[in-house]
């Protein structure tokens, strides 16, 4: 494989990494509820229990200099199959394990056409739209504490 062809994916790849940095950001309260409105537990097995460890944060010199090693950052991972085989990886910063199931419960569903519609439609909209709210309010808040800046010439 070319670092080309890496870089390009297929509209489903790329519709399943929205799908999981949704999951991925939601709050775990925000997650559980939608979770709950689901009402379905499909049987699963658990092949990675959720577990936690540390991944290196990398950062750049103004963005674009050189990296360097930033910090530690907590990090937890589980993988699941359901019955027919589907395989669901959920990931988040942090320490909850629960969340990380759920995510990939969720993962693994939306991979599944039959399911795909329920899920986005019960999990991942509303969650996105949390996350829009929260995102708007952030903006919001910062706008109001722009100063502007500008300079008057004198005349002489």
């Known amino acids: 494989m070319t670092a080309s062809s890496l870089k390009e994916?297929?509209?489903?790849?790329?519709?399943?990494?929205?799908?999981?940095s949704i999951l991925t950001k939601a709050p775990p309260q925000d997650l559980a509820v939608a979770w709950a409105n689901l009402s379905y537990e499909p049987e699963h097995t658990v092949i990675r229990p959720a577990e936690t460890g540390l991944v290196m944060v990398r950062g750049r010199t103004g963005g674009t200099g050189a990296p360097f090693n930033m910090c530690e950052a907590t990090i937890t991972r589980c993988v699941i199959a359901l019955e027919d085989g589907t395989t669901g990886f959920g990931q988040a910063l942090g320490r909850d394990k629960q969340k990380v199931l759920r995510a990939a419960l969720v993962d693994a569903l939306w991979q599944q056409p039959e399911h795909r519609s329920t899920i986005e439609e019960k999990i991942l909209q509303p969650l996105a739209d949390l996350q829009e709210q929260a995102e708007s309010k952030t903006r919001a808040e910062v706008a109001a504490t722009k100063v502007d800046f500008f300079t008057m010439v004198r005349g002489e």
């Open 9 to 20: 994916h297929s509209p489903e790849v790329t519709a399943r990494q929205s799908a999981m």
